[in-house]
């Protein structure tokens, strides 16, 4: 016989299910169930980082999903950064549990006595993408991202980049209240951090660094059925030219990488079918819509953003290649930064930059360019 439950108005549940002020224990004991059914491991200790335990990004849609279904709490993915074992996730359970605090800053790596760098959610609104640029930038670098506002389900995303801006500027604040600011993001990151650095700027803050890692001016580019149909099949040519480039162990970590990409595009995929043809959505399919439209929504306020003239510097990062659709000069930034552009051109392919074994060309160029920006006596 199944357990009847009944829930709050809250939405946590009472009855036989897990309460508020159960032990830790009973949420570790439930929580490495679900982990030990998704990573297929017979037995997982509290302490294992799920990460070392093989865990990706794509299993952990499906492990925020059956904890969802299972403590009627909607956790963002990013919370296995600040806890990404079955001990400090219990805790962030039964925290949440008796208060919401979601928030879009997501502490990566926090430790370090160098200035933080603050970089912006893409299309997806995750930052589960950075962690690789995280750990290659080392241990003294304190890192953070900003995700998507919606991701946790108690509201919509934001429709405009300057919305989004204003709401990531206060978070940022409450880890460093004032400048210099060093900021930078990938794709519609790089836009977003675009706009954060010139609400700061016009807040009379000092911005040090505005690193956008492979983004264009998008709403300059033309969206036509030859323009999308020639950057599908050139994505397929940068994916191969991405794999035969690196010896046999790099190959190995790029096709790792890569399938863990897919898999988490899949739900994405997934709900933007079922938006379109699909009927009334289940539990799983209720996630893939919400991630479909905020890929969605993402996607058109980034096309809808018309930057306006920055009074500071840009780096610009860039691949060695790039689609054809993007290569009109009046794409990039050096004619919108008023004290002028760098450009660093890394030895990588487009949709490379963040997967191992390319992202740590990424982390040395950053490093740099953060170095040269903040020097030591300025920390």
């Known amino acids: 016989m199944e357990a009847q439950e009944t829930r709050t108005g809250s939405g946590a ?3 036989t299910e897990v309460q508020p002020t159960a032990s830790r ?16 491991i017979d037995s997982i200790l509290p302490d294992q980082n799920y990460f070392d335990l093989g865990g990706d990004s794509s299993l952990a849609v499906q492990m925020f999903a059956q904890i969802e279904k299972r403590f009627n709490v909607k956790l963002p993915l990013a919370c296995l950064y600040d806890a990404p074992t079955i001990e400090e996730l219990a805790k962030v359970l039964q925290s949440e549990l008796s208060e919401n605090r979601w928030s879009p800053l ?27 640029l995280s750990q290659h930038m080392g241990p003294d670098q304190p890192f953070y991202g900003l995700q998507c506002l919606g991701l946790d389900g108690s509201c919509a995303p934001l429709t405009r980049i ?9 978070e940022i604040r409450r880890v460093q209240p004032q400048g210099p600011y060093l900021l930078g993001g990938y794709c519609m990151g790089g836009t977003v951090a675009y706009e954060v650095a010139q609400q700061l700027a016009a807040q009379s803050e000092d911005v040090a660094l505005l690193a956008l890692f492979d983004t264009m001016n998008w709403h300059l580019v033309p969206l036509n059925f030859w323009t999308r149909s020639s950057h599908t099949a050139q994505q397929w040519r940068f994916h191969i030219a991405s794999f035969l480039s690196p010896d046999f162990s790099g190959k190995r970590k790029f096709l790792r990488e890569k399938l ?15 938006a379109r043809f699909g009927k009334e959505p289940d539990h799983a399919q209720s996630e893939a819509l919400l991630l479909a439209k905020i890929w969605r929504t993402n996607d058109r306020a980034c096309w809808n953003y018309v930057p306006q003239p920055f009074p500071g510097r840009i780096l610009d990062i860039r691949p060695k290649k790039q689609y054809r659709a993007f290569s009109d000069e009046n794409l990039k930034w050096d004619r919108l930064a008023q004290k002028g552009q760098k450009t660093v051109v890394l030895p990588v392919y487009p949709a490379a930059m963040l997967v191992e074994p390319f992202v740590q060309h990424l982390a040395v160029a950053l490093r740099q360019a953060i170095d040269e920006a903040m020097p030591v006596s300025t920390r």
């Open 13 to 15: 549940m009472i009855g």
């Open 25 to 40: 224990s009973v949420f570790e004991q439930e929580l490495a169930i679900i982990w030990q059914k998704l990573l297929s």
């Open 106 to 132: 997501v502490s990566i790596q926090p430790q370090g006595p160098r200035s933080p760098f603050f970089c912006m959610h893409g299309a997806g609104g995750n930052v589960l993408n950075y962690r690789e």
């Open 162 to 170: 300057e919305d989004m801006a204003a709401i990531y500027i206060k």
């Open 260 to 274: 863990t990409v897919l898999r988490a595009r899949i739900p994405v995929w997934w709900g933007m079918f079922l």
